[in-house]
């Protein structure tokens, strides 16, 4: 069974996690801190793995869509920690930013404690927006630069 | 009988504490910031990433600061930190379909969906030196305006004519290979190739594609397509059972269309080569991709008649820090390997002697 079959259904709970988890791997960590301290009632974090630093072997595929092929490597930092309410969290981005995975994964954490959810879903939104309005703007810029071809006709009919 | 000899080692630490300094320059001027490496020598920094094949800007730049700008040892340094870390896995292969476009052309279709986008690129300037650069001058905001239609892919608006050979397969069940873990071999399948090539050289793949263009193994060449921008990388999490994304990266895709090949079970299809690369790097992807076209020559039944067509030759040279190290290594003590061949030369100098004098006795002996 190839990875893309397993891949979670989006009606599922975990394809709500998955989103989550790819927004706060693109948070920054002054979001990520903010957002933490903004939180009344913290649990207390215990750390179950990492955080570390290594390689992820990035793939490409050959002509665009076909077989996979090996590209070369990123940095990948990941992070698990348990909650003083049992929730595990996993935390995984590109880099090698220790800190920005500690708390990624503690906001994966929080997700699962009902009690937390609404804080992480305002932190999602807050970094959507962010995301979204810096696509909007280079994709703005590059419509800039699209070029607009007319035919000059030279000599007569 | 190997004899070490040591010494050296306070010349050694100052010639370090030397570099150090002359690294740092004038004191007086205030040191670069790797922020700003990442933010004004972009593309030093994605040509270092590329060719150590490792993706990180912020350790690209350290590396290219380090190096005091020399990109193959800056690229060594990067490839040698690598080897540092654990590999936590393989991500999903990247969907260049999806690609948040930030530059897009085609050399083969005028008017195509999505467009010419242009983007941050040095085409169509004078190549002039720009003295306004020499200070700090203001710098006006991008033009900004509503996106159009999404972009496709030239590859698919000729393969729903059936004009062109499909995206590249492998043999079922195959395990994409990994120059990496596995030693080289000959003949390499074409999935190994293209890592090698990606991590390659861009001077000598540019030499092999610009070789192929004057005759060299021509292949006809088209760029079909050009695109840089971001794709998300998704890694599969065991203990989730799904993937999930790690962020984006910034890569440069090149499909070059080359001319036909048919067969008398197949009608005559336009012929591809293809080119990937980490960060925003078109020259590099484009030779990648000529490359590419030009490795397949066995594939398509030519004969190998140039460089740019001998896989063992382009891939065993392609790699700048296997070149480096074996070039660079000759400047190392060779002492006693000289002393023997020292010997050696002397040996045959006199031996040659002997002979010539002996033929001369021989001479005057019949005269």
């Given at each position: 069974m190839s990875a893309t079959e397993k891949r979670a259904d989006p009606s599922e709970p975990a394809a709500e996690r998955r989103d989550a988890m790819r927004l706060l791997a693109r948070a920054t960590l002054a979001e990520l801190s903010a957002a933490w301290d903004s939180i009344a009632d913290k649990p207390v974090v215990a750390p179950v793995r990492g955080p570390e630093t290594g390689l992820v072997m990035v793939r490409g595929?050959?002509?665009?869509?076909?077989?996979?092929?090996?590209?070369?490597?990123?940095?990948?930092?990941?992070?698990?920690?348990?909650?003083?309410?049992?929730?595990?969290?996993?935390?995984?981005?590109?880099?090698?930013?220790?800190?920005?995975?500690?708390?990624?994964?503690?906001?994966?954490?929080?997700?699962?404690?009902?009690?937390?959810?609404?804080?992480?879903?305002?932190?999602?939104?807050?970094?959507?927006?962010?995301?979204?309005?810096?696509?909007?703007?280079?994709?703005?810029?590059?419509?800039?630069?699209?070029?607009?071809?007319?035919?000059?006709?030279?000599?007569?009919? | 009988m190997y004899v070490a000899v040591k010494g050296g080692e306070a010349a050694i630490q100052n010639a370090h504490r030397l570099l150090a300094d002359r690294r740092r320059g004038d004191r007086s001027l205030p040191a670069i910031t790797i922020e700003q490496v990442v933010q004004q020598l972009g593309l030093a920094v994605d040509r270092v990433m590329a060719e150590a094949s490792l993706y990180d800007r912020s350790l690209a730049a350290l590396a290219v600061r380090q190096a005091r700008g020399d990109m193959i040892e800056a690229i060594f340094i990067l490839r040698a930190y690598r080897t540092t870390l654990p590999r936590f896995g393989s991500s999903e292969p990247i969907d260049t379909a999806r690609m948040k476009i930030e530059r897009r052309i085609s050399a083969t279709y005028k008017d195509l969906p999505g467009g010419q986008l242009l983007g941050p690129t040095f085409d169509y300037t004078h190549r002039l030196l720009d003295p306004?650069?020499?200070?700090?001058?203001?710098?006006?905001?991008?033009?900004?305006?509503?996106?159009?239609?999404?972009?496709?892919?030239?590859?698919?608006?000729?393969?729903?004519?059936?004009?062109?050979?499909?995206?590249?397969?492998?043999?079922?069940?195959?395990?994409?290979?990994?120059?990496?873990?596995?030693?080289?071999?000959?003949?390499?399948?074409?999935?190994?190739?293209?890592?090698?090539?990606?991590?390659?050289?861009?001077?000598?793949?540019?030499?092999?594609?610009?070789?192929?263009?004057?005759?060299?193994?021509?292949?006809?060449?088209?760029?079909?397509?050009?695109?840089?921008?971001?794709?998300?990388?998704?890694?599969?999490?065991?203990?989730?059972?799904?993937?999930?994304?790690?962020?984006?990266?910034?890569?440069?895709?090149?499909?070059?269309?080359?001319?036909?090949?048919?067969?008398?079970?197949?009608?005559?299809?336009?012929?591809?080569?293809?080119?990937?690369?980490?960060?925003q790097s078109e020259r590099k992807a484009m030779s990648m991709s000529l490359v590419d076209r030009a490795l397949r020559t066995e594939e398509f039944g030519e004969d190998i008649v140039a460089p740019a067509q001998d896989q063992e030759f382009v891939i065993s040279h392609a790699d700048n820090v296997q070149a480096t190290g074996f070039v660079e290594h000759l400047k190392l003590p060779h002492y006693v390997d000289f002393q023997a061949e020292l010997n050696l030369v002397r040996r045959m100098r006199r031996d040659y002697e002997t002979a010539r004098d002996g033929e001369g006795d021989m001479k005057e002996a019949a005269e």
């Open positions: 595929r050959i002509g665009g869509s076909g077989d996979p092929f090996n590209l070369g490597e990123a940095t990948v930092t990941r992070a698990t920690v348990r909650l003083s309410g049992g929730e595990i969290g996993h935390g995984q981005l590109l880099g090698t930013d220790k800190e920005r995975a500690r708390y990624a994964a503690i906001f994966d954490a929080l997700f699962q404690s009902p009690a937390h959810r609404p804080a992480v879903e305002a932190l999602q939104r807050q970094i959507a927006a962010r995301l979204l309005a810096e696509e909007r703007r280079k994709a703005e810029e590059t419509a800039a630069t699209r070029v607009d071809f007319f035919t000059m006709v030279r000599g007569e009919d | 306004s650069l020499l200070g700090d001058g203001a710098v006006a905001e991008p033009a900004r305006k509503e996106p159009g239609e999404a972009v496709m892919r030239v590859s698919d608006i000729l393969d729903s004519d059936g004009l062109i050979e499909g995206d590249g397969t492998m043999p079922e069940g195959h395990v994409p290979g990994d120059l990496t873990r596995e030693p080289m071999e000959f003949p390499m399948p074409r999935d190994l190739r293209l890592q090698a090539l990606a991590r390659g050289d861009e001077g000598f793949l540019l030499a092999l594609a610009y070789s192929t263009q004057r005759g060299y193994g021509r292949t006809h060449p088209f760029v079909g397509e050009i695109r840089i921008g971001e794709v998300e990388v998704e890694l599969d999490v065991p203990e989730l059972g799904f993937a999930v994304s790690l962020g984006v990266i910034r890569v440069t895709e090149c499909q070059m269309v080359n001319q036909f090949k048919g067969s008398a079970n197949e009608p005559p299809q336009f012929t591809r080569g293809y080119g990937l690369v980490f960060g």
